[in-house]
């Protein structure tokens, strides 16, 4: 029932509908970045995977356009508090804009499998984004609360938990 900014769905739709970031993304990669308007996921991909250093740079220009889409979009909003989701929420420097981090855990082949599923990438180039994230423990030694997600329906009652904490301490 609280409003859920996705900021890997919104940095695909920035860089997608973003007039600067769309700029600056073409100046970086030239105009292969974008081809008849469409954003050339598999083109950047193979470009920052393979050179780290623009890779820094592509994420220089997508998180501060992020953050501040997020900014904007957490004003608008009226419950007792939103939740901001990232898979990077550390290494972007997203953790600044929240109160407090959950670390949302699963076992790594399981995360693997489902990243498969959901995005239709291989084992490799799952492993490969994996590789660019803090581990599980570096996660969880930074996040107020951690949540195991396995099973849905155990991850449906701990998520309701914590809910009623948050919503109970926001009150306060």
């Known amino acids: 029932g609280y409003e859920v900014y ?3 769905s919104e940095a695909k739709r920035l860089i997608v509908e973003d007039a600067h970031v769309r700029e600056q993304i073409t100046a970086l990669f030239g105009p292969e970045a974008y081809k008849d308007g469409v954003y050339q ?3 950047v991909a193979q470009q920052v ?15 501060p356009a992020v953050m501040a889409d997020f ?3 957490a004003e608008a909003q009226s419950g007792d ?26 076992p790594e082949e399981l995360r693997i499998e489902r990243v498969m599923a959901r995005d239709g990438v291989t084992k490799e180039q799952v492993e490969e984004r ?6 599980d423990e570096e996660r969880c030694s ?10 849905l329906d155990e991850l449906e009652d701990d998520v309701e938990q914590l809910h009623r904490r948050l919503s109970y301490d926001s009150r306060q």
Do not use: P
């Open 81 to 106: 508090y939103v939740v901001l989701e990232s898979a990077i929420l550390f290494e972007s420097g997203f953790d600044a804009a929240v109160d407090m981090t959950v670390a949302i855990m699963a």
């Open 71 to 73: 900014e904007r979009w």
């Open 6 to 8: 996705d900021t890997d």
């Open 41 to 43: 996921t598999a083109f």
């Open 130 to 135: 994996m590789r660019n994230q803090l581990s």
């Open 49 to 63: 995977f393979a050179d780290k250093n623009l890779l820094a740079k592509l994420n220089a220009i997508v998180h």
């Open 142 to 151: 930074r996040s107020k609360y951690a949540i195991v997600n396995i099973e």
